[in-house]
């Protein structure tokens, strides 16, 4: 019986499309650039990563869907920062967005990756887009590679 595991050597030609809200900019930037470092750093092509911006991380589903279902990319890495306040409304967005994007990979079979923050504080989102506690975006890219090689790894046991 086969093991199945990924590896993060991208195929040439692979290309990811990074979904990416605006909103908390001073975080996310930090993220889509530990997600590209990571990418061009395993071998993808700069010209092969596309980033797409949305206004916050409750767009983040629907961009990510659109993409997904264009068959244009071997994975989509969804970045954002939902950074608690005062007010429900932290709840109501960081559990949306959490399966919008589960719903999203579910649906078409394409990697979607959650690269989405959720924290208590902009300390703790500082932390996780580069300081303290690494960089989510760049281990989103790791994922969305692992990934890419896992699903074709499948498809290719599937024709045996």
């Given at each position: 019986?086969?093991n199945?595991?990924?590896?993060?050597?991208?195929?040439?030609?692979?290309q990811?499309?990074?979904?990416?809200?605006?909103?908390?900019?001073?975080?996310?930037?930090?993220?889509?650039?530990g997600?590209?470092?990571?990418?061009?750093?395993?071998?993808v092509?700069?010209?092969?990563?596309?980033v797409?911006?949305?206004?916050?991380?409750?767009?983040?589903?629907?961009?990510?869907?659109?993409?997904?279902r264009?068959?244009?990319y071997?994975?989509v890495?969804?970045l954002?920062?939902?950074?608690?306040?005062?007010?429900?409304?932290?709840?109501?967005?960081?559990?949306?967005?959490?399966k919008?994007?589960a719903?999203?990979?579910?649906?078409?079979?394409?990697?979607?990756i959650?690269?989405?923050?959720?924290?208590?504080?902009?300390?703790?989102a500082?932390?996780?887009?580069?300081?303290?506690?690494?960089?989510?975006?760049?281990?989103?890219?790791?994922?969305?590679?692992?990934?890419?090689?896992?699903?074709?790894?499948?498809?290719e046991?599937g024709r045996?």
């Amino acid at each position: 019986m086969p093991n199945i595991e990924g590896n993060y050597i991208p195929k040439k030609g692979t290309q990811i499309a990074i979904i990416a809200s605006r909103f908390n900019e001073f975080v996310v930037g930090r993220l889509i650039e530990g997600a590209i470092d990571c990418l061009k750093r395993h071998g993808v092509d700069e010209k092969n990563i596309v980033v797409h911006r949305v206004p916050g991380s409750f767009e983040i589903p629907v961009a990510a869907k659109k993409v997904a279902r264009s068959g244009d990319y071997h994975a989509v890495i969804c970045l954002g920062a939902v950074i608690r306040g005062d007010t429900p409304h932290f709840e109501f967005v960081s559990a949306e967005v959490s399966k919008g994007i589960a719903n999203v990979a579910l649906e078409t079979g394409t990697p979607v990756i959650y690269g989405v923050l959720t924290t208590d504080t902009i300390e703790q989102a500082i932390e996780r887009s580069g300081t303290k506690a690494g960089n989510r975006g760049f281990t989103a890219a790791l994922d969305a590679l692992e990934m890419i090689n896992v699903m074709t790894k499948i498809s290719e046991v599937g024709r045996d």
